[in-house]
């Protein structure tokens, strides 16, 4: 395993409230890592304390093994969007993205690349004034692209982005992610998420609920069973018995909720019902979100 972000026991309070509650957790080299909770669940704190934006009340954050302010030439490790409105109104995105050459001590060829990374070559010389929100995005992803780092951490990104906007986000990073580098993304585009992240990391009121990847956690999370058989009848009573939640899916279909497959089937057996098809439906990244922070803030 590779971690190149690691977040370890960090707590964040600011007065009495506490923002990030002992959290840890790992970002890997190659993957697109979904940062996942309810408003206020400290999404943001976290990601300032990993960019060195915040000082964590205790423990730490760490880049490739380092707190940030310790690497050498920071650009070139981390590239980070937290907000799309930090620019002057009066400048072009061209200038904009020059001025951070500079400050960075980058090369100014890069400004050229990351126009055209983002799609906006043809945009680059009007004033950001006059940018849409999705445009704003934009820029401010070229600008975290500027140094080629080997990190990227964005928060909320696709906000304002139209559906093709949407696509071309996806596309950038999980082609980024395939060079070896490591994303990790906050939204609360979870059907999004579904298509794009590797692994999740879901947090409510800033403590841990699950670490995994997106394959394992909806493959080992059952929203219900899908049963049929020619005693229908008995099997439904069966299962009742047991104490399952059944609904008729159809003449000899139930759905049996709260059950896995091997627990259906021994109850079939027990009740001498022949089963023709058995069939898990797993939950999708939406329906154990909600499950996972249910009551945990909005």
Not at 49 to 63: F, K
Not at 251 to 278: D, H, I, M
Not at 284 to 292: K, S, T, V
Request: with cysteine; glycine share 10%; charged share 25%.
């Amino acid at each position: 395993m590779n971690a190149v972000i690691e977040v370890d026991h960090l707590t964040k309070r600011y007065r009495k409230a506490t923002a990030v509650d002992d959290l840890s957790f790992e970002v890997e080299a190659g993957t697109v890592t979904g940062f996942l909770g309810p408003n206020g669940a400290g999404k943001t704190t976290t990601m300032r304390c990993i960019l060195g934006l915040a000082r964590p009340t205790s423990g730490e954050a760490r880049v490739s093994g380092k707190r940030l302010c310790n690497l050498v030439d920071p650009a070139h490790q981390v590239g980070a969007v937290l907000e799309s409105s930090g620019f002057h109104p009066g400048r072009s995105g061209r200038a904009h993205l020059e001025i951070l050459t500079m400050e960075n001590h980058l090369p100014r060829s890069r400004v050229e690349e990351a126009l055209s990374l983002v799609g906006l070559e043809h945009d680059a010389n009007k004033n950001v004034k006059g940018y849409s929100l999705g445009m704003r995005q934009r820029l401010s992803l070229a600008g975290a692209l500027l140094g080629d780092p080997q990190v990227l951490i964005l928060d909320e990104p696709a906000n304002g982005l139209d559906p093709a906007g949407i696509r071309w986000m996806r596309q950038v990073l999980r082609s980024y992610a395939a060079q070896g580098r490591a994303v990790l993304i906050s939204s609360h585009l979870l059907s999004e998420m579904a298509q794009l992240a590797d692994d999740v990391v879901i947090i409510a009121n800033g403590r841990l609920m699950v670490r995994s990847s997106l394959k394992e956690l909806t493959a080992s999370t059952t929203k219900a069973v899908y049963v049929r058989s020619p005693q229908i009848d008995d099997l439904r009573s069966a299962l009742e018995n047991q104490g399952f939640t059944v609904e008729g899916a159809d003449r000899r279909g139930l759905k049996v909720k709260g059950a896995s497959t091997e627990e259906v089937a021994s109850v079939a057996a027990q009740a001498g019902a022949l089963v023709t098809e058995l069939q898990p439906e797993e939950a999708n990244l939406e329906d154990i979100f909600l499950d996972l922070t249910k009551g945990k803030g909005l």
